[in-house]
């Protein structure tokens, strides 16, 4: 009887010494963290990969009307074949391609459309441009507060050909 009522004492003197090891023990602290940190890290990766393919899409399509209007310049103004040329100058599938002929005078904001055979600001005759507009809509992977699903983007190249 006297050996299990050591035994019972000595587990109680032990027992807050062990809590208090236990409470120093900083083993696993790490992997807690980073549980609590990786969701919050993937979403960031997630949403920054997402916005750039948006900004990669209207990079595409920026090019893609600049090489409709560099075809215009070297070729002059034919809408089918500055069509094919704009959607083959990019990877992306259904960009829409607009291409439009007109006259008019630059100016430091652009062109201004005039007549043909009037003078511009600058005593010479209207020039005739060629305007090409590439268009996609983008819609993104997540929904993000304060934007849109879906983006239609939009980018425009005005070549002078005459």
Known sequence: MADQNWF???????????????????????????????????????????????????????NA???????????????????????SATRLTGVGVATSQFCGCPSASGVVNTSCDSSCNDGLTAGTFTSVVATKDYSTILSYPGLPASFHLSETATARTQ
Not at 42 to 52: E, R, T
Not at 65 to 87: L, P
């Open 8 to 62: 019972s004492t000595m587990r109680s003197r032990r027992l807050p010494f062990r809590a208090g090891r236990l409470g120093r023990d900083t083993r696993g602290a790490t992997a807690v963290e980073f549980a609590i940190i990786a969701p919050v890290l993937i979403a960031m990766f997630i949403s920054i990969v997402d916005l750039g393919l948006g900004l990669y899409t209207d990079t595409q399509l920026a």
């Open 65 to 87: 009307a600049q090489a409709g209007a560099a075809y215009a310049m070297q070729k002059g103004y034919n809408a089918s074949a500055m069509t094919t040329i704009a959607q």
